[in-house]
């Protein structure tokens, strides 16, 4: 007599705490990892002779993974896992649940994110790296403005979630400033009080933008960068091909410089 395992598939939210929630989950079932599976989100048609976990996010098993992959994987790997994690991915959860699995009882250890061969951890290496890049993107493009009370706010739309990873480089670099990082894709924020750990907020109203007015003298800074970007430029050697490759045109709306141009 055949026994056909049945597939359980986990779903968990969209988040760290969510996947992390479904890895410590899955684990603790004590199955086999290859009839486990870890989905975002519901699906609109169900699998037949599958089972289905609806995932609550804890907070408590969210820790333990992470020390776990920190401490058997390595800094390395969580910082790629999380990142892919930022990304838009509908595979994301699965890729790496199955990474984590690879690591911690296949033998990949500290080494796992060389194992390119496995399809999952290539998939989370792809997507982190896509994370790292828009990442960097923002790093070079992002632009703050000031408030009439003195408070720095820069608006983005990322392709992912990159505000934790944005956060970190700007509060060492502006330790003494108020500061503020709007996602408008994903409705939040990043706040940096002065002299302050920063944190991460989310806001469906929209208010914290709608209450930000830009002072007199940043009004002023805004005409003349815009006049230096349109001055500096020589006509005939315009070539907008080029332009795109180096500043690609999603990123522009959010840019003073070509805000003020249009």
């Known amino acids: 007599m055949v026994i056909i395992m049945k597939e359980k598939y986990l779903i968990c939210e969209d988040s760290i705490e969510g996947v992390f929630t479904g890895i410590y989950d899955a684990y603790a079932l004590k199955e086999e990892h290859a009839h486990l599976h870890i989905q975002i989100g519901e699906e609109e048609n169900y699998r037949l002779f599958a089972q289905y976990m609806n995932i609550i996010p804890d907070a408590v098993k969210?820790?333990?993974?992470?020390e776990t992959i920190c401490k058997r994987l390595g800094d390395e790997a969580y910082l790629s896992i999380c990142r892919a994690l930022a990304t838009e991915d509908s595979g994301k959860g699965e890729a790496v649940y199955k990474t984590v699995v690879n690591g911690l009882t296949q033998g990949g250890g500290r080494r796992v994110m060389e194992n390119l061969v496995n399809p999952y951890v290539e998939r989370v290496f792809r997507l982190s790296r896509n994370t790292s890049n828009e990442t960097n993107h923002?790093?070079?493009?992002l632009r703050f403005k000031e408030s009439k009370e003195g408070i720095l706010f820069a608006k983005i739309?990322?392709?992912c979630?990159?505000?934790?990873?944005?956060?970190?480089?700007?509060a060492d670099r502006l330790p003494?400033?108020?500061?503020?990082?709007?996602d408008d894709k994903r409705n939040i924020y990043g706040v940096h009080p002065a002299n302050r750990e920063w944190y991460i907020v989310s806001d469906t109203e929209k208010v914290l933008e709608?209450?930000?007015e830009i002072s007199e003298r940043e009004e002023q800074y805004q005409e003349l960068f815009?006049?230096?970007?349109?001055?500096i430029a020589i006509k005939e050697r315009v070539n907008l091909k080029l332009q795109q490759q180096m500043l690609p045109l999603r990123f522009r709306e959010y840019m003073v410089e070509f805000?003020?141009?249009e």
Do not use: D, W
Request: charged share 15%; with cysteine.
């Open 210 to 212: 709608e209450m930000f």
């Open 226 to 231: 815009t006049m230096f970007c349109q001055t």
């Open 138 to 141: 923002f790093m070079e493009f």
């Open 157 to 159: 739309g990322a392709k």
């Open 176 to 182: 003494l400033e108020n500061f503020i990082i709007y």
């Open 161 to 170: 979630n990159v505000i934790p990873f944005l956060m970190p480089h700007f």
């Open 259 to 261: 805000i003020k141009s």
């Open 62 to 66: 969210t820790r333990k993974v992470v």
